[in-house]
């Protein structure tokens, strides 16, 4: 055996699936969804402290980004993040927050006219409505 060949085999784990909604999730909402710990905090202190390790390697960030077919250790265990929602493209993301099209040209929704059009009431006194919610 090569050299390489011992690089490129492949070993296979038993590993308990953790379903996710939506991609790509952080290191320690996995642990949450998993129900390995009680809650946020406990998971982040396990992280910070060297107790998992994701694809192989020691992960100490706690917000570390987790996306379908990636793996963990915790306790001896091996867990596979599994979602069925592909990842959302950055650019798609950028250009649906923009709100311009294709020529740099603004865009005006429903619900801008409307929020417009609630900031120009005013009340009785000439003073705008704060709301608070």
């Known amino acids: 055996m090569t050299e390489d060949d011992k690089n490129a085999q492949k070993i296979e784990i038993e590993a308990i699936g953790v379903d996710v909604s939506s991609q ?3 290191l320690y909402k996995v642990f949450k969804l998993a ?17 998992v390790a994701v694809n192989g390697e020691l992960e100490t960030r706690k917000r570390r980004k987790m996306y379908h077919g990636d793996f963990f250790e915790f306790n001896q ?7 069925d929602e592909q990842s959302i493209d950055q650019e798609s993301v950028d250009d649906g927050i923009s709100g311009t099209s294709g020529d740099g040209e603004m865009q005006a929704t429903k619900s801008d006219k409307g929020k417009r059009e609630k900031r120009k009431k005013k009340n009785d006194i000439g003073r705008t409505d704060i709301d608070f919610f």
């Open 35 to 51: 129900n390995l710990v009680g809650g946020g905090g406990e998971a982040k202190h396990l992280i910070a402290d060297g107790y």
């Open 77 to 83: 265990e091996f867990y596979v993040v599994i979602c």
């Open 24 to 26: 790509p999730v952080e």
